[in-house]
């Protein structure tokens, strides 16, 4: 049985809109195809390695997924990542669901300020 439920997200789950799931396959495509979006990482003396673009890209556009190993955050709490990205936020930490890029990741995990688009 999926750890990962629906109804365990606090405050309802956040739904992907047409055109975002169409960006996102797309996006999949272009990474099996061997192509990746116009970024560069590069290391920055005060917030370490970040990542820049290397062209203009649209407002708003998925440029990436965020890849490592799913676990629950009662088993990450006192992990010293700085990377982790809540995949499920129920009430308790015994159902949450992190992602944890430590040993599997992508350029996403030097993406700053990933979630923080306020409409």
């Given at each position: 049985r999926?750890?990962n439920?629906p109804?365990?997200?606090?405050?309802?789950m956040?739904?992907?809109s047409?055109?975002?799931a169409?960006?996102l396959n797309?996006?999949?495509?272009?990474?099996?195809?061997?192509e990746?979006?116009?970024?560069?990482?590069?290391?920055?003396?005060?917030e370490?390695?970040?990542?820049?673009a290397?062209?203009?890209?649209?407002d708003l556009?998925?440029?990436?997924?965020y890849?490592?190993?799913?676990?629950?955050?009662?088993?990450?709490?006192?992990?010293?990542?700085?990377?982790?990205m809540t995949?499920?936020l129920a009430?308790s930490?015994?159902?949450?669901l992190v992602v944890?890029?430590d040993?599997?990741?992508?350029i996403a995990?030097?993406?700053n300020?990933?979630n923080?688009y306020?409409p």
């Open positions: 999926s750890a439920r109804a365990l997200e606090k405050g309802g956040q739904v992907m047409r055109e975002d169409e960006t797309l996006c999949k495509k272009m990474m099996e195809r061997g990746w979006p116009p970024l560069l990482v590069v290391f920055d003396p005060k370490g390695f970040t990542v820049q290397d062209k203009s890209i649209k556009t998925i440029i990436t997924e890849v490592g190993d799913v676990d629950y955050l009662q088993n990450r709490e006192n992990d010293d990542g700085d990377s982790m995949l499920l009430d930490p015994s159902q949450s944890c890029p040993k599997r990741s992508n995990r030097f993406i300020g990933i923080n306020t």
